[in-house]
């Protein structure tokens, strides 16, 4: 690895529960990311605001997820479809990554790679690569590689938690028209306008590779998410039962939080042939309303 001490914008420093974190602090953002999970917990721009909404009630430990940020859900998404026992949304999210290269870029903003160990990966067949681009722009970039000798599918989630002023007073932009499952009780329906949220909402709009704007006038920001490889938006508020019966996860929190999430999901899963490789990506700009 290129030392991060060599990176003077970079550094590691124990963070919640004493795990591993690495700090970028340059001209252009601060942004925080935990090696457990190769978790993003926090970006803002320099002068800017909080992008990332993270539960004061988050586990912060090893095999437990970290609630909120942005979790990477890998190499399924929900339950496995034919294991249901193994953990929700793979593994990848509840143990240790390794930081194997930083780099400070020209337009200042600094780049790190994390790996997930072969130990952890086991017999899957695939290796996972994130890459975190924190500047002006944030961005995230999971590839998958097949490294095994037959074709191999998964599904995969960057399930960011971005942070809001009043959940019932944003809204959605950008997935007007598409065909949505509703997962609460999967049955099929087509977004009409802008997502509003008043109620539990748990979706997946499959075939949507478009651009999502998260448009918070309390906060007085937009939020404007544009995705690399995805064919899968998610998007969730757990609204009051789900909050409450969530121990990692506040009764009050879900007025501060939207999921928008960069995926590919269920009939969106992917199939990489040997040696193949597939990367899942956003970029995250902030403007002010
Ligand atoms: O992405 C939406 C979702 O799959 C919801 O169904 C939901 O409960 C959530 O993710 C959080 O999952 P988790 O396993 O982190 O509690």
Same mark, same amino acid.
């Given at each position: ?100 290269? &930083?780099?400070?870029? *020209?337009?200042? %903003?600094?780049? !790190? #790679?994390? @790996?997930?160990?072969?130990? $952890? ?10 890459? &975190?681009?924190?500047? *002006?722009?944030? %961005?995230?970039? !999971? #590839?998958? @590689?097949?490294?095994?000798? $037959? ?14 002023? *009043? ?123």
């Amino acid at each position: 690895m290129n030392n991060p001490d060599c990176v003077s914008s970079v550094r590691i420093e124990a963070g919640p529960g004493k795990l591993p974190v690495v700090v970028v602090e340059n001209a252009l953002c601060r942004c925080t990311v935990a090696l457990h999970g190769a978790h993003v917990l926090s970006y803002a721009p320099r002068g800017g605001r909080e992008l990332f909404f993270l539960s004061e009630k988050s586990d912060f430990a090893d095999r437990l997820p970290i609630r909120g940020g942005v979790p990477v859900c890998w190499p399924w998404f929900s339950a496995h479809p034919e294991h249901p026992e193994w953990p929700k949304h793979g593994f990848a999210r509840l143990t240790a990554w390794e930081l194997t290269e &930083v780099k400070h870029l *020209a337009d200042g %903003s600094d780049q !790190l #790679t994390l @790996v997930l160990p072969d130990a $952890a990966c086991g017999k899957c067949g695939l290796k996972p690569m994130l890459k &975190v681009t924190a500047g *002006a722009l944030l %961005s995230v970039d !999971l #590839t998958t @590689v097949n490294a095994s000798s $037959a074709p191999v599918s998964f599904s995969a989630a960057l399930h960011s938690y971005y942070a809001v002023g *009043a959940i019932s007073q944003i809204r959605v932009e950008g997935l007007a028209g598409k065909r949505f499952i509703d997962t609460l009780d999967n049955t099929m329906h087509e977004q009409a306008g802008a997502i509003l949220f008043d109620r539990e909402t748990d979706r997946i709009y499959p075939d949507s590779a478009e651009e999502c704007v998260i448009v918070d006038p309390r906060f007085g920001r937009r939020i404007r998410v544009s995705k690399r490889g995805s064919r899968s938006t998610v998007v969730w508020n757990p609204w009051i039962a789900k909050s409450k019966a969530m121990p990692d996860f506040g009764d009050e929190e879900y007025h501060r939080m939207v999921c928008v999430e960069t995926a590919n999901v269920r009939d969106d899963a992917r199939t990489l042939a040997p040696g193949e490789e597939h990367t899942l990506g956003f970029t995250v700009a902030v403007e002010t309303l």
